[in-house]
């Protein structure tokens, strides 16, 4: 079982460039988030996708687009990459919001740098 | 909209020391989840708690979530330094999918 896979896990951009950060889970789990982590900042909610065919925004959704393919699929898309969106990008999932055994499964994350 | 801080932002401690490191929500939890980050890794889950003043234990560490659910803490007992790496906690609401993290607590251990 790969768990949550994401891809590229490097990115260098230059400013104005666009790009989609790929996430992918064999969990059957319904619900996919993508985070970013920034020093000192913790973890910050981009989108999440309760199930499939629904998105909503987090805390920090602005210059980000989500697209939830299909139930295994969460992509971001950054259309017009800035300076400030250089971080690192986690995507994760759940199988079991609202039930008893509730946790978040990570990717190994994506480091972007804009330049 | 909701919020979680954490602290304190980092910790040093001898080896053998004890650590904590605290957790509060500006809104009240449905419950709350506990993970630990090595260097360089990705959040893995450690625990999570439901229930109004419930505590647990795993091995040297202990968990608590406040009585009005709006806070919690992760006791580690005698640090080894296996346990460095950054503590986060994480809040869902009551009615939502969304789960707000904390801003997390970097542990370091001196041997």
């Known amino acids: 079982n790969a768990g949550v896979t994401q891809t590229p896990k490097f990115q260098v951009l230059k400013t104005g460039q666009s790009m989609t950060l790929q996430c992918a889970q064999d969990m059957n789990h319904n619900s996919m988030y993508w985070y970013r982590q920034d020093p000192g900042m913790g973890l910050r909610l981009i989108y999440y996708?309760?199930?499939?065919?629904?998105?909503d925004k987090g805390e920090v959704p602005n210059g980000y687009n989500v697209s939830r393919l299909n139930k295994r699929e969460f992509s971001l898309r950054l259309e017009s990459a800035a300076p400030s969106q250089t971080s690192v990008y986690f995507c994760a999932s759940s199988g079991q919001i609202f039930r008893t055994a509730e946790k978040l499964f990570f990717g190994s994350g994506t480091q972007l740098s804009v330049l | 909209g909701q919020q979680v801080m954490q602290i304190p932002q980092y910790q040093h401690v001898q080896e053998g020391e004890d650590f904590t490191t605290y957790c509060n929500s500006s809104t009240t939890l449905s419950n709350i989840q506990w993970y630990k980050q090595r260097p360089g890794g990705h959040p893995v889950f450690l625990i999570q708690?439901?229930?109004?003043?419930e505590v647990k234990k795993q091995k040297r560490l202990t968990f608590q979530f406040g009585e009005a659910k709006k806070n919690s803490s992760l006791h580690i007992t005698a640090t080894q330094t296996t346990d460095v790496g950054t503590y986060f906690c994480a809040g869902r609401g009551s009615g939502t999918y969304k789960y707000i993290f904390g801003t997390g607590t970097r542990l370091k251990v001196l041997a």
């Open positions: 996708s309760a199930s499939e065919g629904t998105t």
């Open positions: 708690l439901v229930k109004s003043g």
